[in-house]
């Protein structure tokens, strides 16, 4: 795939000097200084990455897109730490809910707006085709949503037991990493089902069309 450089990529431009105005000014007082740092270890990890391989393997524009939504959803969740973010507080009220969801959502998202990357990522590089293009974004999402729970309390017990129930964001849930899976791996099904009916839908409608140019060129 052939993308033109970053330099004369407006839509690229657009979407990295968003996410670093946004991560600018979330940085500034956040509700939580060391939970904020915590929470960006893997943000800072995952931008270095994408600079890096950037002109080696860029993705589409609709990866890029995908990925700068779930990434402003991190920061904001980041900012206040997620069991305090105000959207949260608003949809308890608003449906009556006995927690602040918003970490739920951030891991819906990762599943939902994650997976597409993925699959693009696999179909270019290891070029793997047909049903298996939908199912292995899945499984990959899933493994990721369990290690990054494995890592994160970790992380919270190594660097910095006393802000653990800050950076888990549990909110007193003894299954809330099992929900958090459960979320990522829902948003990846939906995301790749999506995909595959859309993906369908184009391969009928090239069919469609090749049938009617048959039909309308005269036979040798």
Do not use: C
Request: glycine share 6%; no cysteine.
């Amino acid at each position: 795939m052939r993308t033109s450089p970053f330099w004369h990529n407006r839509l690229h431009q657009g979407l990295l000097g968003w996410y670093l105005l946004l991560w600018i000014a979330l940085a500034i007082s956040p509700v939580n200084r060391h939970d904020w740092l915590l929470e960006n270890l893997l943000t800072f990890l995952t931008v270095a990455l994408l600079i890096a391989t950037y002109r080696r393997f860029p993705f589409s524009d609709l990866s890029y897109i995908l990925i700068t939504i779930f990434m402003s959803l991190h920061a904001i969740g980041a900012h206040y730490t997620y069991e305090q973010v105000p959207l949260g507080f608003w949809l308890k009220d608003a449906l009556e809910l006995n927690r602040n969801h918003f970490d739920r959502i951030v891991h819906f998202a990762f599943g939902l707006l994650l997976a597409y990357p993925i699959r693009e990522l696999f179909v270019r590089t290891a070029h793997v085709r047909g049903s298996w293009t939908y199912i292995i974004p899945v499984v990959i999402l899933l493994a990721l949503s369990g290690f990054f729970e494995i890592i994160e309390a970790w992380v919270a017990q190594i660097v910095s037991p006393e802000l653990g129930d800050a950076y888990l964001g549990t909110q007193g849930d003894i299954w809330d990493a099992q929900k958090d899976m459960t979320a990522a791996f829902s948003g990846a099904v939906i995301s790749m089902g999506a995909a595959a009916i859309w993906s369908g839908r184009r391969r009928g409608r090239a069919a469609a069309r090749e049938g009617q140019r048959r039909r309308i060129l005269p036979p040798l």
